[in-house]
């Protein structure tokens, strides 16, 4: 299997996608990390903040690139010569979502398969949505993300 894109707000990266994205680095050629410009979607981090911090988090492995995209995810994919999405489950709530999502864009791109990963256990609560709210409040996140990202949301958030 070739090449896999892994696309996401990543607002921003926590050790959860990370996990996972080491896993499909191994399954796979190359791991194309797709951040959403998402303009629906109020992000903390803008787009460029949210690659170079997915950048500095994946830069010891060799096949993941790190692209932005502002376009239909299907769209993306064949451009970037890619068979198959990746999405990650956490637990059984992700699922009503992911499934609506995976047959939306099977029906738009009938020949790019998704496939789903789930992250070690002890990734499986993580989500960038606690990890914001947690920093707000001027709590620990040392164990959800890596230093640059910890970092910047210490300066995001004061
Ligand atoms: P989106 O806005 O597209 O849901 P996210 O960055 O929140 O973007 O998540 C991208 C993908 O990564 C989703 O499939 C989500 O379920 C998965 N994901 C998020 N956090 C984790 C985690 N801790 N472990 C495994 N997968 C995760």
Redesign the pocket.
Known sequence: MAIVV??????PI?N??I??IHRAAKLFNKVIVAI?L?AK?KTLFSLSQRIELAKQSLADLDQVQVMGFDKLLVDFVQEQQAQVIL????AVS?FDY?FQLAGMNRSLASEIETIFL??AEQ??Y???SLVKEIASMQGSVSAFVNKAVEDALLQQIR
């Open positions: 892994y696309p996401g707000s990543f607002d926590t959860g996608h996990d996972l959403a998402n979607k999405r990650g489950l956490r992700d992911e789930t992250p990734y499986t993580i989500s960038s």
